[in-house]
């Protein structure tokens, strides 16, 4: 943490400086409050009562410092020009779900039979993150949400590794049993090594919902779902950093 409150304090050099009203919570337990609420998604209420201040202090600690976090750590995500095209990686996709907002569109997932939003995961082949896509509406299946990531076009030479929800897409993904036969043995087999190969997908998509925020039902405002994912993304790099 010492690390990541030296890069907060360079950014914002302000937010250590006396002035005005003494404030009710130091900046530091501001960015303490916000990662313990993005790592496990605690209610505000739970974490005002820990830290003796209101529920409304919370929430302006978490719109405050929740840009801010993914703002300091952006430089930590790669974007997809800059990613290794010669490398063989493996893409899934996976729904970080919310509550179900009336007033928007297109986020039930018919799959997983929830709320949510359809993030696009990379991995490499030693189960390391390599790229996380901007969140599209859960309603979207993973062949459509990646044709708007620019991965489909940057490995065009060497196609990732999927999954046969991205069948017809150019990725390599196992061998469907054709209606009315069976698979060939090399077909078989074919398909064993892409499922074991893509087992550090999942791995990697495990490990970044112990940021619990995408794995449990988000509660803030919809509109702010898109930039807590982004922070936590950012969290998840500079953490990879020190691996």
């Known amino acids: 943490m010492d690390a990541l409150y030296e890069r907060v304090a360079d950014r914002f050099p302000t937010c250590d400086r006396p002035g005005g009203r003494p404030p009710v919570l130091l900046w530091r337990q501001e960015v303490q409050i916000s990662i313990m609420y993005i790592r496990r998604n605690r ?4 974490l005002a009562e820990d830290f003796s201040v209101s529920q409304a202090t919370i929430s302006r600690v978490m719109a405050r410092w929740t840009p801010r976090l993914g703002e300091v750590l952006a430089e930590f ?4 020009e800059g990613l290794d095209a010669s490398e063989q990686v493996i893409v899934d996709g996976t729904l970080s779900p919310c509550w179900d907002w009336n007033s928007e569109q ?16 990379v991995a490499d ?8 896509s901007k969140p599209a509406p859960g309603s979207i299946h993973d062949a459509k949400a990646i ?14 590794l999927a999954d046969k929800g991205y069948v017809g897409l150019g990725l390599l993904t196992p061998d469907r049993k054709p209606a009315g036969a069976e698979l060939t043995t090399i077909q078989k087999n074919a398909n064993r090594v892409i499922g074991s190969l893509r087992v550090a997908v999942e791995r990697v998509i495990a490990h970044l919902k112990t940021w619990r925020i995408l794995h449990t039902p988000y509660r803030r405002p919809f509109h702010t779902f898109a930039q807590t994912i982004t922070t936590v993304i950012a969290l998840q790099f500079y953490k990879q950093t020190f691996e």
């Open 106 to 121: 297109g986020l039930f997932s018919g799959k997983h039979r929830r709320t949510g939003v359809n993030l696009q995961v």
């Open 43 to 46: 209610t505000q209420a739970e």
């Open 77 to 80: 995500v790669p974007a997809v």
């Open 147 to 160: 044709k708007a990531t620019g991965l489909l076009e940057h490995f065009k030479n060497t196609p990732p």
């Open 125 to 132: 082949l030693t189960g390391r993150l390599l790229q996380v």
